[in-house]
């Protein structure tokens, strides 16, 4: 493990490094995703004037849900996006033999080189959305519900990581990937509404198939209303499968690279 975290810090401070002399793209890409948070939460706002509830949700139990997958979102493109997407030029182009002949484990390496600071920046405008929430809704989680929601959110952050390598692991037997990334966004964006909202075929898209809502509404449920062992050990299960799945997906691809001589 000690391997593995010396190859990560040394990514991320070339990053960081890079980053600095770079600094006003980073300020321009910072301040445009807290300009798509402040749109999400003021839509929030808009709809709550004129409804009291949505699903049974109140406003702030909304802005605390929508806090959550942002938060999620956040972490999921400050450590992994840029590079699991990259992951698929790379393999087309035959740059991924960079990271084949890398010390250690191929898929630690190819979808943890880059990180984004500017989203990371942002988790921190999201988690102070899901405080301010919670303090408006009078809530007071003990520390055992504050580790739960803490773990969740790493599950969800594990799950939107597993389903992405698992949409770019085609790129070993197809020619491109193209048009994923975008796709993918906007799947995600399903997970800033409450379970209850999906009923019949888009409750099993969505919710069994492929869990995008489960990821954000189980965390914020657990700050709303204590720690719920049997939706807290579905989702520890939930992330276990999907990161067995693409780990799989992923190894059963590498065996079909034929690197860039080819």
Same mark, same amino acid.
């Given at each position: 493990?000690?391997?593995? !975290?010396?190859?990560?810090?040394?990514?991320?401070? =070339?990053?960081?490094?890079?980053?600095?002399?770079?600094?006003?793209?980073?300020?321009?890409?910072?301040?445009?995703?807290?300009?798509?948070?402040?749109?999400?939460?003021?839509?929030?706002?808009?709809? =709550?004037?004129?409804?009291?509830?949505?699903?049974?949700?109140?406003?702030?139990?909304?802005?605390?849900?929508?806090?959550?997958?942002?938060?999620?979102?956040?972490?999921?493109?400050?450590?992994?996006?840029?590079?699991?997407?990259?992951?698929?030029?790379?393999?087309?182009?035959?740059?991924?033999?960079?990271?084949?002949? $890398?010390?250690?484990?191929?898929?630690?390496?190819?979808?943890?080189?880059?990180?984004?600071?500017?989203?990371?920046?942002?988790?921190?405008?999201?988690?102070?959305?899901?405080?301010?929430?919670?303090? $408006?809704?009078?809530? $007071?989680?003990?520390?055992?519900?504050?580790?739960? =929601?803490?773990?969740?959110?790493?599950?969800?952050?594990?799950?939107?990581?597993?389903?992405?390598?698992?949409?770019?692991?085609?790129?070993?037997?197809?020619?491109?990937? $193209?048009?994923?990334?975008?796709?993918?966004?906007?799947?995600?964006?399903?997970?800033?509404?409450?379970?209850?909202?999906?009923?019949?075929?888009?409750?099993? !898209?969505?919710?069994?198939?492929?869990?995008?809502?489960?990821?954000?509404?189980?965390?914020?449920?657990?700050?709303?209303?204590?720690?719920?062992?049997?939706?807290?050990?579905?989702?520890?299960?939930?992330?276990?499968?999907?990161?067995?799945?693409?780990?799989?997906?992923?190894?059963?691809?590498?065996?079909?690279?034929?690197?860039?001589?080819?």
């Amino acid at each position: 493990m000690s391997h593995y !975290a010396r190859l990560w810090l040394t990514s991320a401070r =070339y990053c960081i490094m890079r980053m600095m002399m770079f600094r006003g793209d980073f300020f321009v890409w910072a301040l445009v995703e807290l300009f798509w948070m402040t749109v999400n939460l003021l839509m929030v706002s808009v709809i =709550y004037r004129h409804t009291d509830t949505v699903a049974g949700w109140t406003k702030y139990e909304m802005m605390l849900l929508v806090g959550t997958s942002l938060l999620i979102q956040r972490f999921l493109m400050g450590f992994f996006w840029s590079s699991i997407f990259e992951m698929g030029r790379n393999i087309r182009s035959g740059h991924f033999d960079f990271f084949v002949a $890398q010390p250690g484990n191929v898929m630690f390496t190819a979808t943890t080189r880059k990180i984004d600071p500017d989203s990371l920046i942002n988790s921190l405008v999201a988690l102070g959305v899901v405080i301010y929430s919670a303090r $408006q809704l009078g809530l $007071q989680p003990d520390w055992i519900d504050i580790l739960a =929601y803490g773990l969740m959110v790493a599950c969800g952050v594990i799950i939107h990581y597993s389903m992405l390598v698992l949409c770019i692991a085609p790129a070993f037997w197809i020619t491109s990937v $193209q048009g994923i990334e975008g796709s993918y966004f906007t799947l995600s964006e399903f997970s800033r509404l409450p379970r209850a909202a999906f009923v019949g075929l888009a409750k099993v !898209a969505f919710v069994w198939v492929l869990p995008v809502v489960v990821v954000s509404n189980t965390p914020a449920s657990t700050l709303l209303h204590g720690l719920n062992g049997q939706l807290a050990a579905g989702l520890v299960a939930i992330t276990v499968l999907w990161f067995g799945l693409a780990v799989f997906v992923f190894h059963r691809g590498l065996r079909r690279y034929s690197s860039a001589s080819s």
